[in-house]
């Protein structure tokens, strides 16, 4: 019972904390362009999200941790179509990716303390929680860059928003 106790406590210090950690480096260093967050041809425009994963059926049921923040930057909804808001966006949709990638890393750890077995349960619970969150990110990212194309296009080709290099 101490050790259900402790995981509980472990996985909510690390959510935390590294949203945390997160939250404290400017949102500029989380480029579309680092090789983590590049688009990847076989998500095809985001496309592949929605026809693999039904993206679209489950992904507004998902929380927005930035609440949790002082100066979190809500992703819920689409507030502005301002180059800069469109940027912001984009590079805090790699914030979250990478504050959800560092925490499933993070699952190792738990083989510190607990069995093999429970170790991978607590990896399975890593992925269950991450991986939404991480595909949800990049299907934003994907629709955020389709969103900055059209605006562009309607603003006669000056740059309206950020691109996400394939």
Not at 4 to 14: C, K
Not at 94 to 107: I, Q, T
Not at 139 to 151: C, E, F, G, I
């Given at each position: ?23 404290q480096?400017?949102?500029?260093w ?8 590049r ?16 993206i ?14 002082a100066?979190?930057?809500r992703?819920?909804?689409l507030?502005s ?9 984009v ?20 083989f510190?303390?607990n ?8 990896v399975?619970?890593?992925?269950v929680v991450n ?5 949800v ?5 994907l ?8 605006v ?5 080709g000056?740059?309206?928003?950020p691109?996400?290099?394939?």
């Amino acid at each position: 019972m101490i050790l259900i106790g402790v995981n509980i406590a472990a996985w909510l210090m690390l959510h935390l904390g590294i949203a945390w950690a997160g939250m404290q480096v400017p949102f500029q260093w989380f480029s579309p362009r680092q090789r983590l967050f590049r688009a990847r041809g076989w998500e095809a425009a985001g496309r592949a999200y929605e026809r693999y994963f039904g993206i679209r059926r489950w992904k507004d049921r998902l929380p927005d941790g930035a609440a949790l923040f002082a100066g979190g930057f809500r992703k819920a909804e689409l507030r502005s179509v301002s180059r800069e808001y469109l940027e912001r966006f984009v590079h805090e949709t790699c914030r979250g990716e990478a504050v959800h990638w560092a925490v499933l890393g993070s699952a190792v750890l738990f083989f510190a303390w607990n069995p093999w077995p429970i170790g991978l349960v607590m990896v399975g619970y890593a992925l269950v929680v991450n991986m939404p969150c991480i595909l949800v990110q990049r299907y934003n990212r994907l629709r955020l860059a389709q969103l900055s194309l059209r605006v562009r296009a309607a603003a006669g080709g000056r740059r309206a928003g950020p691109e996400v290099p394939k």
